[in-house]
């Protein structure tokens, strides 16, 4: 029986999408079969980050509809052998995700899959509140500033009480924060917020600090999710995440500005 | 016109519709040494509710073979255990006569209005004003976040896990919140001028107390921000101290 990870925000742009790349990738890297599902309905990005793009036939709205079946849909990755993406549909609009439409796709994965990670559109609206309603363990993604986390604060309100776990009286959805787009120079300077403040005021479990790195666009240009940059330092970040997200004990790291090296005030940093 | 004329228009009575509540005893049977025993029980249980209390016997039951009522011993039967009769419903030919020949009234058969009473057994010990109820406090253990709110009805709100901004706490009783507080709460939302605010870590965005409110634009001046506080009404200012 499969996991159902949800990755949501509240806030648009936070890193999403970028997200449930890298840790759909990660856990198919350490072996578990792996489903990413795009809940982002009629905006379509999770393929083209994962580079399956081209390879689109049919989409998560044309299987609710009983126009495919799930495995007509399903888009086998190109790299990794336990990996899949269910895309979302480009042409239809919100509304075309009904929440029996999801729970009978979602019951389908989970027989099938280890893991289904969620990508969650933004807002707290109906498409958010699908796509985390069947989940079991959250990532809460958020930026290190007041509004992102104001937002995530609310995200983490609707999971605990509008979620089918909640809704049924079962154990509550297990929650992580993953702090994006951290940038320790700004924070310095205060321009943002600090890891401890932003933990402080969530007051959840923090899975991990991805810094604002430059190899993200480069891999979402290239269609690589960042993990599998193993030299960047975001994509040594997701992987720490993944490790921690599995139960391992890794220590958090790109948590302070970097001294810089001769080396690097010559040339500038990658 | 006279005056002893004009007292002669006025009237001397007015007729009035009524429903009143009457008690019936229907009689099952002729036996009048039982019904003395078992009358002297009831009255025992409810003494208040047999003294002087209007009655119509319902003789429309008894049996036909049961033989010849003795009315009036039955009626004075009746007076020994408080009960007045004021007619009686009859069926049977000797009955009617013996309540016509004492000028008693007699109301036609059961029109099956009625239902069984028991009266209700005296309190046993003078009644007591009945104590104010105690309603539990309304406990919340995980953390309330922005766009939640929790109301406590009736009774005080208390909060073991941070609250958010954007968040609000409303109780007609108090509020405690033993984690920091970020959010708005609300005290004495009814109207009650006694209730009272502790925060562990105020940092609220809105304080009040039976509508007497100060914002965080205020509450972040003052020097017990981010501290443990009590916060309570005093005339129509809130007055924020450290705990
Ligand atoms: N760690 C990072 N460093 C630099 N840029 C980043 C990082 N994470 C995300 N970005 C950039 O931020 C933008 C938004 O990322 P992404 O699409 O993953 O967000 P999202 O939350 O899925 O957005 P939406 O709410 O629109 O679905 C992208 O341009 C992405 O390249
Ligand atoms: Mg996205």
């Known amino acids: 029986m499969a996991k159902i990870l949800v990755v949501t925000s509240g806030k648009g742009g936070v890193g999403k999408t970028t997200t449930s790349a890298a840790i759909g990738t990660g856990l198919a890297l350490r072996g578990h079969k792996t489903v990413i599902v795009d809940f982002d309905v009629g905006l379509r990005n999770l393929d083209l980050i994962m580079g399956c793009e081209r390879r689109v036939v049919y989409d998560f709205v044309n299987v609710v509809n009983g126009e495919a079946t799930l495995s007509q849909a399903l888009i086998k990755d190109k790299r990794l052998e336990n990996l899949y993406v269910l895309a979302a549909s480009q042409t239809r609009d919100k509304d075309a995700l009904t929440q029996e439409g999801v729970e009978k796709i979602i019951n389908e994965l989970r027989e099938n899959f280890e893991y289904v990670v969620c990508d969650s559109p933004a807002g707290i609206e109906k498409g958010a509140h699908l796509a985390m309603y069947f989940a079991d363990e959250a990532i809460v993604v958020t930026n290190p500033e007041v509004s992102s986390v104001r937002d995530s604060d609310r995200m983490l309100g609707l999971l605990a009480s509008k979620s089918r776990r909640a809704e049924k009286g079962e154990e509550p959805i297990k929650e992580h924060l993953l702090l994006t787009r951290y940038n320790p120079e700004r924070v310095t300077k205060g321009e943002m917020l600090g890891v401890e403040d932003v933990e402080e005021i969530l007051a959840i479990r923090l899975l991990g600090v991805i810094p604002e790195s430059q190899a993200v666009l480069k891999a979402s240009n290239q269609g690589v999710p960042v993990i599998l940059d193993d030299q960047s330092d975001a994509g040594q970040a997701y992987s720490d995440a993944v490790d921690r997200l599995l139960g391992k004990e890794v220590p958090h790291r790109f948590l302070d500005v970097q001294k810089k090296g001769l080396m690097h005030r010559l040339f500038g940093a990658r | ?243």
Not at chain 2, 59 to 78: F, I
Not at chain 2, 103 to 125: H, N, Q, W
Not at chain 2, 192 to 214: D, P, V, W
């Open chain 2, 1 to 243: 016109m006279s005056q002893a004329d004009l007292l002669d228009q006025d009237p001397v009575f007015q007729l009035k519709g009524s429903m009143l509540a009457i008690t019936v005893m229907e009689l099952a049977h002729n036996d009048l040494a039982r019904l003395d025993q078992q009358l002297g029980e009831k009255v025992a249980q409810a003494p208040a509710f047999f003294s002087n209390t209007p009655l119509v016997l319902a003789l429309d039951k008894l049996p036909e073979g049961e033989g010849t009522l003795d009315l009036d011993a039955l009626m004075s039967l009746c007076r020994q255990h408080g009960l007045r009769t004021l007619a009686v419903r009859a069926s049977r030919e000797d009955d009617i006569k013996a309540a016509e020949a004492l000028d008693l009234p007699v109301l036609p058969p059961s029109g099956a209005r009625e239902r069984p009473i028991d009266p209700a057994p005296a309190p046993v010990a003078p009644s007591k004003p009945a104590e104010p109820e105690l309603r539990p406090s309304k406990i919340i253990s995980s953390p309330v976040r922005g766009g939640q709110q929790v109301y406590a009805q009736g009774a005080d709100l208390i909060v073991l896990a941070p609250v958010s901004a954007g968040a609000e706490l409303l109780a007609d009783g108090n509020i405690h919140v033993y984690a920091p507080m970020r959010g708005r709460a609300l005290a004495g939302v009814k109207g009650n001028t006694g209730a009272r605010i502790f925060c562990q870590q105020m940092g609220a965005e809105l304080l009040s107390i039976a509508g007497h409110y100060k914002v965080a634009e205020d509450l972040r001046r003052d020097p017990l921000w981010g501290e443990a506080v009590h916060v309570s009404l005093s005339g129509d200012v809130l007055n924020i101290k450290r705990l």
